[in-house]
């Protein structure tokens, strides 16, 4: 059994609100997504917050292993499992890989889509995406878009004939990265397809196996060692390439590795202004992107950040409990009037909240989802 089946089995939840209640604290942090045509199932998704590095070793398991993962609640069983949680080669959390048992492919700039023989809707398997559990309910975000979903881009790929003609083994997932001129991420492919990442058994103990059932993989390249890789991903890489995946295929533990050239496309530069970095990675936290973030020279900034969000959510905390607090009474305050967007935005989450007074963590919350929120800390950013 996995160990996020685990806590399934022992919390032995009756209900959604319970399974919502449970995850989205620490140390999980999760996003939960249902479905009302599905009800018993719940499909989970780390975030930026998410304790990667738990002391707990199956803690620490149990959060890689939400990557879009769906969970049928009720009966306890795994319908749809991508691979796991996996990381930039010089972040904290990298796993280890033993180079001569892997194979280096190329990274797609693309969207992840699961196709599920544990779960049929209409007699075809079930297709989701990282963070919907019906892929034709998940709308594409694009610009004026009000009805076009990733289903409806996959109709444009090989999706059909793969359902249609290939004989899919039960009880599996099959993973997928879609590439669409409507779906760009940062790279932008004049094609239309899918490509064949990996799969793997929905039934304990829930391996990854090198299936080929047709449809294109992504390019795989020959080297000698590990660092052969890092420097051709590193810097032989135009931006028309995000970069290059290592996968041990004895763990199926793998590593990132982005070009420089992609990383600018991010807006991501390891030679700009640290004033510029600071603003960037204010913003990849901003959209939980940070799987983008991972020199080491500037975790610093990145920690700075956190760090400053933290103290003024602490700050405001105390401020919000006093008895003698109203909103009005900041009006015209020298020190909080340029924060009046925080403060309506508390206000608001009150209103949602039968008033209640938010703690530092979630005051913390409100700030960094707010566009441009680094600036809050303008003098900081000065003095850099």
């Not at 089995?9 to 989205?24: A, D, G, L, T, V």
């Not at 004049?190 to 449809?215: A, M, Q, W």
């Not at 973030?293 to 990145?302: G, H």
Request: with cysteine; glycine share 4%.
């Amino acid at each position: 059994m996995s160990e996020l089946l685990e806590i399934f089995e022992k919390q032995k939840f009756k209900s959604r609100k319970e399974i919502e209640n449970y995850f989205s604290v620490s140390p999980f942090f999760f996003k939960c997504k249902f479905d009302e045509d599905l009800p018993n199932l719940v499909l989970l998704s780390y975030q930026i917050k998410t304790k990667f590095g738990h002391s707990d070793e199956k803690i620490r398991k149990a959060t890689r292993q939400a990557r879009g993962i769906i969970i049928d609640w009720k009966e306890i069983k795994i319908v749809s499992y991508g691979f796991d949680k996996f990381f930039n080669i010089h972040e904290e959390h990298a796993g280890k890989v033993n180079f001569t048992k892997a194979k280096a492919t190329e990274k797609i700039d693309g969207s992840l889509i699961k196709i599920s023989t544990s779960c049929f809707i209409d007699k075809k398997p079930l297709i989701s995406t990282s963070n919907c559990i019906q892929a034709k309910k998940a709308k594409v975000a694009f610009k004026g878009n009000k009805s076009t979903t990733y289903q409806d881009l996959l109709e444009e790929t090989e999706l059909n004939k793969i359902l249609e003609e290939k004989k899919l083994d039960p009880n599996t997932t099959y993973c997928f990265e879609l590439v669409h001129p409507l779906s760009t991420i940062k790279i932008n492919y004049e094609l239309k397809g899918i490509f064949h990442l990996t799969t793997r058994s929905n039934e304990p103990p829930y391996k990854e196996c090198e299936v080929d059932i047709g449809v294109p993989k992504p390019k795989e390249f020959k080297f000698k060692s590990l660092l052969e890789c890092y420097n051709f991903a590193r810097n032989e890489f135009s931006n028309k390439h995000e970069g290059i995946v290592v996968c041990d295929l004895d763990t199926y533990e793998r590593l990132k590795i982005k070009s420089i050239s992609y990383l600018k496309l991010l807006g991501v530069d390891p030679n700009v202004n640290p004033k510029n970095i600071y603003l960037k990675l204010g913003e990849l936290i901003r959209k939980n992107q940070m799987d983008d973030f991972y020199f080491q020279d500037w975790r610093p900034f990145f920690d700075k950040i956190l760090f400053q969000a933290g103290s003024l959510a602490n700050e405001i905390h105390n401020l919000i409990s006093s008895e003698k607090f109203s909103f009005d009474s900041i009006q015209n305050s020298q020190k909080w009037k340029p924060m009046q967007k925080i403060f309506a935005q508390i206000k608001y989450w009150q209103q949602k909240n039968e008033n209640k007074i938010p703690s530092p963590d979630e005051i913390k919350g409100i700030i960094i989802k707010m566009k441009n929120f680094v600036w809050f800390f303008n003098e900081e950013l000065e003095k850099k």
